[in-house]
């Protein structure tokens, strides 16, 4: 097993990360940075930033700056798998390489955060995705051209991917929100001008979109795939078609690997942090939506703050207002956008919980935790290891084992046997 240290490790290449490696190098601190995926930019600016929103546009300059920098060595598509008794990182090539071992003097963990999902009966249908994933799959290349495609849930995470989806020449059926208009008339009313302006410009870029607020998901409609998903408002139930449909009721915090690492984290799953975002470990810090779903401007913010505290060095009083505004902004979208009860009761008995392993709520529901429930059913055994059955089973039947602090074990992602034969 090879083996890399540095400085400062960073894991993490999303709008967090890039801010705090390009703060790190402006102080020309040896920095060692990875990511799974093959460029940096995360999964908001998936494919690179240049081909992203105005801000990433103006990074995509710097970046190759960055990349040059004989203080930086980067790793592309390697994944984060495990940790050692030291407290380093196992990094997977995923390439097909061998696993490497890396470890920094102060680490900083830039996760990122994954889906929330809210079952409905049909959602294992094809072409059911969540709202994020549709939206990484159309940068990615998907195509949708000419597609009629609904989206559905919770969140502004709809109108971004409604704004890529219409970019990309889908034609979109409608944005369903199943918040009320006093939700988001409460969360509106605390934006700031610079909140206003991007929402104002993106709305007016979706003017022809259908938008209906306070309508629930029953069902999706299909036999071999999806062909249309029924809604409803209270008053009446009504089908909408479509050939694709995206699902999105927010999104989760990924701290398995700062568990791993011994980090406290929270009952909703963020890694607790303290005002220089250092975590419960010392030398471990974290930044981004790892630490509380916040948005770009709150990651972009944190990365800048955990590498100047990294470093050492005294936080800008802009700086510190500028965070303490970001995680207003996070605690009001967490109060103003999200499934309700109502839309959880939709989970009957029938649906599917597990969509990898095909195991459904009643094959659940006798079992008393999570680990029973492995053992008779295979829930959690599928590619995605319990990420997204793991909440869903939390909220649906109360598992305390299924907390993504509890029974975080190595390999967390699955791992070709020859990478595991090599360390013999």
Request: hydrophobic content about 40%; charged content about 20%; some cysteine.
């Amino acid at each position: 097993m090879s083996s890399l240290q540095a400085p400062h490790l960073v894991i993490g290449s999303g709008p967090a990360g890039l801010a705090a490696v390009q703060t790190l190098l402006k102080a020309d601190a040896e920095v060692l940075w990875l990511d799974n995926q093959a460029q940096a930019g995360g999964q908001i600016w998936r494919g690179g930033p240049a081909a992203q929103d105005a801000q990433a546009r103006r990074l995509a300059p710097v970046l190759p700056q960055l990349l040059a920098s004989p203080r930086l060595r980067f790793l592309p598509g390697h994944m984060a798998v495990g940790t050692t008794p030291e407290g380093g990182i196992l990094a997977q090539d995923m390439s097909g390489g061998r696993l490497k071992q890396l470890r920094g003097d102060k680490t900083l963990l830039a996760l990122g955060a994954r889906e929330l999902h809210v079952p409905v009966p049909g959602w294992d249908l094809p072409g059911v995705t969540g709202a994020g994933g549709l939206q990484a799959l159309v940068k990615g290349g998907w195509p949708v051209e000419g597609k009629r495609v609904m989206l559905a849930g919770s969140g502004p995470l709809l109108l971004a991917t409604a704004k890529t989806l219409q970019e990309a020449g889908a034609i979109l059926g409608g944005i369903i929100e199943l918040r009320a208009l006093q939700d988001l008339t409460l969360f509106a009313s605390r934006l700031n001008l610079a909140q206003w302006r991007q929402a104002l410009a993106l709305r007016w870029q979706l003017r022809r979109v259908p938008y209906r607020i306070g309508v629930q998901v029953v069902r999706v409609l299909g036999q071999s795939r999806v062909e249309g998903v029924r809604l409803s408002d209270g008053l009446r139930e009504w089908d909408e078609p479509c050939e694709a449909l995206g699902l999105g009721f927010g999104l989760l915090p990924n701290s398995e690997l700062a568990a791993m690492l011994g980090c406290d984290t929270g009952p909703d799953g963020r890694i607790v942090v303290d005002d220089g975002l250092l975590s419960s470990r010392p030398g471990v810090y974290a930044a981004g939506e790892c630490t509380g779903i916040g948005g770009m401007g709150k990651a972009w913010i944190e990365g800048q703050l955990a590498a100047l505290s990294m470093l050492g060095k005294d936080i800008p009083g802009a700086l510190t207002r500028a965070h303490a505004g970001a995680l207003a902004f996070s605690q009001r979208l967490a109060r103003h956008f999200g499934p309700t009860p109502a839309q959880w009761a939709r989970c009957t008995p029938e649906v599917r919980v597990c969509r990898c392993e095909g195991v459904r709520l009643r094959e659940l529901q006798p079992h008393p935790g999570w680990r029973e429930a492995k053992l008779q059913t295979r829930c959690g055994m599928g590619a995605c290891q319990g990420r997204i059955c793991g909440p869903i089973s939390q909220q649906l039947l109360g598992w305390p084992e299924a907390h993504p602090q509890r029974g975080v074990r190595f390999p967390l992602q699955p791992l070709p046997i020859a990478s595991l034969l090599d360390e013999r």
